[in-house]
């Protein structure tokens, strides 16, 4: 099934038969023989195919292969618009390099992030750091969202408060 899956996302021959005595070595070997562009799109494909296979475990609900490399394809399209339409991410300059500064003794940073994808809805992330920087606690999870990039923003901040709320922390900066 994955070879006929990539063979459909337009993966040639040569990288879905290759023989190898391992999935760590055909990744190697996938690595060197694709751009990083394609390389890119094998990787969303098998993580693609993963969620196929968790579906039909979990739910028993069994998604179309087409459907397995669409929602590659519409998170490649994504990956690239956000990568500057295909330039390798390190090929350009950063106007600046994000540094995280601690929070005033006493007080509880929350860093929060939120994304959102048409194909795989909407991600949030949370960690909380005293003023030394130390990790207090964080997680990750899916949420459901209105459709888009800033709602997915505005409920990480939401869940990052209740999460300072939920550790009695009272003076916390977002």
Request: aromatic share 8%; with cysteine.
């Amino acid at each position: 099934m994955s070879t006929g899956t990539l063979h459909l996302g337009g993966f040639p021959t040569s990288v879905t038969d290759s023989r190898t005595d391992s999935i760590f070595d055909w990744l190697v070997a996938a690595a060197r023989s694709l751009s990083w562009e394609d390389f890119a799109k094998l990787v969303l494909i098998l993580w693609n195919l993963w969620n196929r296979r968790n579906l039909w475990i979990h739910d028993s609900r069994l998604q179309p292969v087409w459907a397995t490399v669409t929602a590659a394809s519409l998170l490649h399209g994504d990956f690239l618009a956000a990568n500057d339409n295909g330039k390798h991410p390190r090929a350009r300059p950063l106007l600046s390099t994000p540094t995280w500064s601690p929070p005033p003794a006493g007080t509880i940073a929350i860093t929060v992030d939120g994304a959102f994808t048409q194909a795989q809805g909407a991600g949030i992330g949370v960690v909380a750091r005293d003023s030394a920087g130390t990790v207090l606690g964080g997680f990750a999870q899916h949420s459901v969202v209105p459709g888009s990039s800033a709602s997915a923003e505005a409920a990480a901040v939401l869940v990052g408060l209740h999460f300072a709320c939920e550790q009695g922390w009272s003076t916390v900066v977002i």
